[in-house]
Structure formats: C-alpha cells, structure tokens
C-alpha cells in the first residue's frame, strides 16, 4: 500500500490531511512536492476542474476531475496535461484538493462532505509530519520509540542538513533515499 493509499483510508474516515505528493503530472496547478490540503467530498457534486483523490483501476491520483457522468454516479479522472486515467464510480473519489501551498483552491470548500456521527470532527487536520524532529516527537506520541530497531527516527542534529535515518518492519531507510520517502507517514522532502 502506498502513501496516496493511506491517505485514501485516512479521508475516507473522514480526515482532512495536508501532504506533499511527487510527481508533474499536474504542473502548473499542482508541482511537485508543494504542499496540499485534502478533505472528503461529496462525489456526486464535483465538477470538470476540481483536483480530487481517486481510486482508478486500482492506482489512487490526485488528478482532475475531466468529465461527471451523472446518471452512471461516475467521473473521468485526467492529468493536467491531457493523460486521461480512466472512468471512476462515486465510491472511489475520496477527497478534493481544497489548498495549494496554502493557496485555496476556488469553489472546493463548497464541496467538502460534512462527517457523519461516530467519525473524526469535520475540518480534523491530520498533518503528515514536514521534518524530521517533528516526525520523531510523532513517534513517540504514538508509542514507538525514537532508539534504535523498529519504527525508530534519527533525526538530523546539524539543523537539517543531514538527512534523516531509522527503520520501518526491519527496513532501514533515509529521508533522502527514494525521494525523502522512507516510511509510510515521511512525506516527500521540499524543494
């Protein structure tokens, strides 16, 4: 499961989050590695140009929303630079990009589905943790240590010029190897 999987599961409970995807497929709206904040949206209301968290043929995008199918409950999903990724139901669109480097997106708050009783609280941020001591005082709220072994962190003591190590289910990892992704909750490293 990758990141935009997790953060599928974590929407669709209802959870805002605020990430850094990779990736440009969606210069100029989106480039890589800024900043978004997603929330849950209410499907059947999204419109050509909105940027939305889908599920198609089993690969999760933050992609356009190209065409609405209404009577079938469904939507195209595209790229910005005319890629189109394929048809989805309802039941797949998890989120819309309300924000872009803290720019917002127009017309997307109107579009947030409201939690329902027993979910998070409407409008719960989870940030996804942007450096490196920020993400080892993550752990250790959780409950995982910050030593050595399992889901540990190091974080850089040289004020961030050191890449961050540590481990996740056995597997050593940097915040500078494979983009600045080493665990499912590191987000990719800034620009």
């Not at 240590?145 to 003591?157: E, L, M, Q, T």
Request: hydrophobic share 40%.
């Amino acid at each position: 499961m990758g990141m935009l999987d997790a953060l599928a599961d974590r929407i669709s409970r209802g959870e805002t989050v605020e990430f850094r995807p990779t990736g440009n497929s969606m210069v100029p709206l989106i480039h890589s590695r800024r900043r978004v904040r997603v929330a849950p949206v209410d499907p059947a209301i999204v419109e050509p140009g909105d940027i939305v968290l889908a599920r198609v043929a089993g690969t999760v995008y933050l992609h356009l929303v190209s065409a609405v199918d209404t009577p079938r409950r469904r939507v195209q999903i595209s790229n910005n630079r005319g890629r189109v990724n394929g048809w989805t139901g309802h039941d797949r669109v998890f989120g819309i990009c309300l924000a872009v480097e803290g720019v917002p997106r127009p017309g997307a708050a109107a579009k947030v589905r409201q939690a329902a009783a027993g979910t998070a609280r409407a409008g719960e941020t989870a940030l996804v943790p942007a450096d490196p001591e920020q993400h080892a005082d993550w752990l250790r709220r959780k409950g995982r240590s910050g030593a050595a072994g399992p889901g540990s962190v190091s974080a850089p003591r040289d004020g961030g010029t050191r890449p961050a190590t540590g481990s996740h289910k056995g597997a050593r990892w940097t915040a500078s190897s494979r983009g600045g992704v080493g665990c499912p909750w590191w987000p990719k490293a800034s620009a």
